[in-house]
Structure formats: structure tokens, C-alpha cells
């Protein structure tokens, strides 16, 4: 398996884990593809009107080559 980061969208509502494109070499690459995502979803889905990162607004997670999912903020 590749040293590689990847990111996971969840869909809070449904619990629904959802593949985001790209894979990368770095935590910081990884966290500047979360970072875009993220802007992309507050468009999308403007935490205003959904209640943020901790209401029904779509996460973000890196996933590590470990495996191990860490949500970005």
C-alpha cells in the first residue's frame, strides 16, 4: 500500500461516507485539499443555514496511510 493521505466526505444526515478525489504525498497537501473542500462545501451548504461543522453540513476527513481518520476543521 502507498504512503499516501486521501480525504472521506461524510454525510451527517445519513451517515453516508463518500470518496473525494486525489491522493497526496503530505499531511499539508492533504489538509490544503480538505481546506478547498471545505469552502466548496460552505457554498454549497452555507453553515449558516445548516448548522456548521456540527449540524448537517457535510465533513471532511483525512485519511492517513495508517488508516486512521482524522475530521478537518
Same mark, same amino acid.
Request: aromatic residues 10%.
Given at each position: 500500500?502507498?504512503?499516501? +493521505?486521501?480525504?472521506?466526505?461524510? $454525510?451527517?444526515?445519513?451517515? $453516508? +461516507? +463518500?470518496?473525494?478525489?486525489?491522493?497526496?504525498?503530505?499531511?499539508?497537501?492533504?489538509?490544503?485539499?480538505?481546506?478547498?473542500?471545505?469552502?466548496?462545501?460552505?457554498?454549497?451548504?452555507?453553515?449558516?443555514?445548516?448548522?456548521?461543522? $456540527?449540524?448537517?453540513? $457535510?465533513?471532511? +476527513?483525512?485519511?492517513?496511510?495508517?488508516?486512521?481518520?482524522?475530521?478537518?476543521?
Amino acid at each position: 500500500m502507498a504512503n499516501v +493521505y486521501r480525504l472521506k466526505g461524510c $454525510d451527517p444526515f445519513s451517515s $453516508d +461516507y +463518500y470518496e473525494i478525489g486525489g491522493e497526496f504525498s503530505t499531511l499539508q497537501e492533504a489538509e490544503a485539499a480538505a481546506r478547498k473542500e471545505l469552502n466548496e462545501l460552505e457554498v454549497a451548504q452555507p453553515s449558516a443555514q445548516s448548522g456548521g461543522q $456540527d449540524g448537517i453540513q $457535510d465533513r471532511v +476527513y483525512i485519511i492517513h496511510p495508517n488508516g486512521q481518520f482524522v475530521r478537518f476543521r
